[in-house]
């Protein structure tokens, strides 16, 4: 059986990498919080296509939680994980610990405007882009790959990826990648297994609601009106709505009046103790 090995801190993914540039082979990075699903496994597939040579990073990064988030009880499963990144044909995966990536002292974090401070996510998460962004420029400055793959699921974490990777001139290239999802339209997302039963069954609202405002602003109905059908019956189903929003796509800036090319549809949905994202295309 193959197997993918571990690197277990940034000693053994330099040297790895290191080895592979020499050999002139081209390195695909997708970084990931474990738990995987068949959406991270599609980052690892669309890397295969990118790369030569693909690592997976599995790290459930502190600093992205704010401390009355889920980050004690975030699901890990490396085991199993270890074996769908070896089936999917990754060639290493990056596994450090908490210690490794934040040694005693650590005091450095990145400053981010622009798509950071869109008013989406990060008006509920203050500290959470600020916290993926060093994170995700301490893996690209220790992995130096070619091309990092960011699922669109994600879809203001992909824009200040985007901006912080140009800013900061890091030579990579950063590729989205399209949302997999449920047959019946939810997102695939490590923290759907925290739904019960009950809102397990409602949770695919979100996807069915967007969509269909999504179809009328297209066809050519106000925004506005088009997006209050969709709030009041996700919150006749039990949703507490964050936000729903259309935004520019490319800059997250907010927009308004009909449709136009180029537009972006973003929820953050909390449905018991679940927050749920999503977006999609208008
Ligand atoms: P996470 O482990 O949740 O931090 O996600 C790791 C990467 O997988 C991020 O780039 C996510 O955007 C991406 N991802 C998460 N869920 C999906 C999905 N359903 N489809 C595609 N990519 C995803």
Not at 15 to 44: D, K, N
Not at 58 to 79: G, M, W
Not at 164 to 173: G, K, Q, S
Not at 197 to 215: D, F, G, N
Request: charged share 25%.
């Amino acid at each position: 059986m193959t197997t993918t090995p571990l690197l277990p801190d940034i000693a053994a993914l330099r040297a790895q990498t290191r080895l592979w540039r020499q050999a002139g082979e081209s390195i695909a990075l997708v970084p990931t919080m474990g738990a995987l699903h068949a959406g991270h496994i599609s980052l690892v597939e669309l890397a295969k296509t990118r790369a030569k040579r693909v690592v997976a990073t599995i790290f459930v990064n502190p600093t992205q939680f704010a401390p009355t988030e889920d980050f004690a009880k975030y699901p890990r499963t490396l085991e199993a994980d270890i074996a769908k990144l070896a089936a999917a044909g990754a060639d290493a995966a990056f596994t450090p610990s908490p210690d490794e990536i934040y040694p005693e002292g650590f005091c450095t974090s990145i400053t981010l405007r622009g798509p950071a401070t869109a008013g989406l996510e990060d008006r509920f998460r203050p500290t959470h882009f600020q916290g993926v962004a060093t994170v995700v420029a301490k893996l690209l400055l220790q992995a130096l790959p070619d091309v990092a793959i960011f699922g669109e699921k994600d879809f203001q974490q992909l824009a200040v990826i985007r901006q912080m990777t140009a800013d900061l001139n890091i030579p990579v290239e950063i590729l989205g990648a399209p949302t997999m999802r449920e047959a019946d339209g939810l997102a695939m997302s490590s923290r759907n297994i925290y739904l019960n039963e009950e809102e397990r069954a409602v949770a695919p609202m979100l996807h069915r609601c967007m969509s269909r405002a999504a179809q009328r602003i297209h066809d050519g109905e106000a925004m506005e009106a088009a997006l209050a059908p969709a709030r009041s019956k996700l919150m006749a189903a039990g949703f507490e709505i964050d936000y729903l929003e259309v935004r520019d796509a490319a800059t997250l800036a907010t927009v308004q009046g009909r449709y136009r090319k180029g537009l972006r549809m973003l929820i953050a949905a909390r449905l018991g103790r679940t927050r749920l994202i999503d977006n999609i295309e208008v």
